[in-house]
Nanobody, 123 residues
């Protein structure tokens, strides 16, 4: 199994910055993608940004130019640097890790989620 532990988050005023971190641990063959989703009250959980194995990144349009996702492969850790935060960024942020694990003689996909961390941006 792949365990995911998040850190960071908190409360900040509009225009401020926060950094989220997410570390993956466990027995994995490979980590294929790491990313961040967010869920505001009463809304669906949606992708914010992710980074895949060849370091390609994807961002939702609303955070482009403000958020930066990066990855430390040696530490199996992904970071989300959030600048110029807006009240509409307020949500619970979840780390997502897509990996390949060994099960017996087979390689199988595995998806892990963090417990979520609250980000609150006040106006």
């Amino acid at each position: 199994q792949v365990r995911v532990v998040e850190s960071g988050g908190g409360s900040v005023q509009a225009g401020g910055s926060l950094t989220l971190s997410c570390a993956a641990s466990g027995s994995v063959f490979s980590i294929n993608a790491m990313g961040w989703y967010r869920q505001a009250p009463g809304k669906q959980r949606n992708l914010v940004a992710n980074i895949i194995s060849d370091d390609r990144t994807n961002y939702v349009d609303s955070v482009k130019g403000r958020f930066t996702i990066s990855r430390d492969n040696a530490k199996n850790t992904v970071y989300l640097q959030m600048n110029s935060l807006k009240p509409e960024d307020t949500a619970v942020y979840y780390c997502n890790v897509r990996s390949t694990v060994v099960r017996g003689t087979k390689l199988e996909p595995f998806e892990s989620w963090g417990q979520g961390t609250q980000v609150t941006v006040s106006s």
